[in-house]
Nanobody, 117 residues
Framework: QVQVVESGGGLVQPGGSLRLSCAAS????????MGWFRQAPGKEREFVAH???????AYADSVKGRFTISRDNAKNMVYLQMNSLKPEDTAIYYC???????????WGQGTQVTVSS
Protein backbone atom coordinates (compact mmCIF):
# COMPACT_ATOMS: atom_id res chain seq x y z
CA GLN A 1 0.00 0.00 0.00
CA VAL A 2 1.53 3.28 -1.12
CA GLN A 3 1.05 6.13 1.32
CA VAL A 4 2.70 9.51 1.83
CA VAL A 5 2.01 11.31 5.12
CA GLU A 6 3.23 14.71 6.25
CA SER A 7 3.36 15.91 9.84
CA GLY A 8 4.87 18.68 11.92
CA GLY A 9 2.84 21.67 10.84
CA GLY A 10 1.39 24.17 13.28
CA LEU A 11 1.24 27.77 14.41
CA VAL A 12 4.52 29.61 14.88
CA GLN A 13 5.50 33.22 15.41
CA PRO A 14 7.47 35.13 12.78
CA GLY A 15 11.14 34.31 13.10
CA GLY A 16 10.40 30.89 14.54
CA SER A 17 11.17 27.42 13.26
CA LEU A 18 9.33 24.23 12.38
CA ARG A 19 10.42 20.89 11.04
CA LEU A 20 8.06 19.05 8.72
CA SER A 21 8.33 15.31 8.32
CA CYS A 22 7.30 13.07 5.45
CA ALA A 23 6.85 9.34 5.84
CA ALA A 24 6.27 7.10 2.87
CA SER A 25 5.18 3.49 3.01
CA UNK A 26 5.67 1.29 0.01
CA UNK A 27 8.83 3.16 -1.07
CA UNK A 28 12.48 3.21 -0.23
CA UNK A 29 12.90 6.96 -0.35
CA UNK A 30 16.63 7.01 -0.95
CA UNK A 31 16.01 5.78 -4.49
CA UNK A 32 13.71 8.62 -5.50
CA UNK A 33 13.57 12.36 -5.88
CA MET A 34 11.57 13.92 -3.06
CA GLY A 35 9.97 17.33 -3.04
CA TRP A 36 8.14 19.80 -0.86
CA PHE A 37 5.51 22.12 -2.26
CA ARG A 38 3.10 24.58 -0.68
CA GLN A 39 -0.20 26.23 -1.44
CA ALA A 40 -1.32 29.44 0.20
CA PRO A 41 -4.99 30.50 0.28
CA GLY A 42 -6.06 31.82 -3.09
CA LYS A 43 -2.77 30.93 -4.74
CA GLU A 44 -1.51 28.10 -6.90
CA ARG A 45 0.67 25.37 -5.50
CA GLU A 46 4.34 26.26 -5.72
CA PHE A 47 7.65 24.47 -5.51
CA VAL A 48 9.58 24.82 -2.26
CA ALA A 49 12.46 22.34 -2.35
CA HIS A 50 13.53 19.00 -3.72
CA UNK A 51 16.24 16.50 -3.15
CA UNK A 52 17.41 14.18 -5.89
CA UNK A 53 18.17 10.58 -5.01
CA UNK A 54 21.89 11.27 -5.41
CA UNK A 55 21.64 13.90 -2.68
CA UNK A 56 21.76 17.24 -4.46
CA UNK A 57 19.11 19.78 -3.55
CA ALA A 58 17.33 22.78 -5.00
CA TYR A 59 15.23 25.50 -3.40
CA ALA A 60 12.81 28.20 -4.39
CA ASP A 61 14.41 31.64 -4.16
CA SER A 62 11.86 32.65 -1.53
CA VAL A 63 13.11 30.02 0.94
CA LYS A 64 16.77 29.72 0.01
CA GLY A 65 18.98 30.08 3.06
CA ARG A 66 16.07 29.53 5.45
CA PHE A 67 14.75 26.05 4.58
CA THR A 68 16.65 22.79 4.37
CA ILE A 69 15.45 19.50 2.88
CA SER A 70 17.04 16.36 4.23
CA ARG A 71 16.55 12.61 4.23
CA ASP A 72 17.08 9.91 6.84
CA ASN A 73 17.51 6.64 4.97
CA ALA A 74 17.42 4.53 8.11
CA LYS A 75 14.02 5.92 9.05
CA ASN A 76 12.81 6.24 5.45
CA MET A 77 11.82 9.84 6.17
CA VAL A 78 12.26 13.19 4.48
CA TYR A 79 12.28 16.46 6.39
CA LEU A 80 11.90 20.15 5.73
CA GLN A 81 13.59 22.29 8.35
CA MET A 82 12.12 25.79 8.19
CA ASN A 83 13.88 28.63 10.00
CA SER A 84 13.30 32.37 10.15
CA LEU A 85 9.69 31.84 9.19
CA LYS A 86 7.71 34.72 7.74
CA PRO A 87 3.96 35.31 7.52
CA GLU A 88 4.20 34.74 3.77
CA ASP A 89 5.33 31.17 4.46
CA THR A 90 1.81 30.41 5.68
CA ALA A 91 0.43 27.61 3.51
CA ILE A 92 -0.43 23.96 3.33
CA TYR A 93 2.80 22.06 2.76
CA TYR A 94 2.85 18.90 0.68
CA CYS A 95 5.42 16.17 0.33
CA UNK A 96 5.73 14.43 -3.04
CA UNK A 97 7.68 11.56 -4.59
CA UNK A 98 8.89 11.20 -8.14
CA UNK A 99 9.08 7.48 -8.79
CA UNK A 100 9.41 7.58 -12.58
CA UNK A 101 11.75 10.56 -13.19
CA UNK A 102 8.85 12.03 -15.09
CA UNK A 103 7.31 14.23 -12.43
CA UNK A 104 5.88 13.92 -8.96
CA UNK A 105 3.33 11.12 -8.96
CA UNK A 106 2.63 10.48 -5.27
CA TRP A 107 1.47 13.20 -2.90
CA GLY A 108 0.60 13.48 0.75
CA GLN A 109 -2.51 15.10 2.15
CA GLY A 110 -0.64 18.19 3.35
CA THR A 111 0.11 19.81 6.69
CA GLN A 112 -0.88 23.35 7.63
CA VAL A 113 1.81 25.87 8.56
CA THR A 114 0.65 29.20 9.93
CA VAL A 115 3.13 31.97 10.72
CA SER A 116 1.48 34.68 12.77
CA SER A 117 1.99 36.74 15.88
Amino acid sequence: QVQVVESGGGLVQPGGSLRLSCAASGFTLEYYTMGWFRQAPGKEREFVAHRWSAGSTAYADSVKGRFTISRDNAKNMVYLQMNSLKPEDTAIYYCAIDTTAGGYDYWGQGTQVTVSS
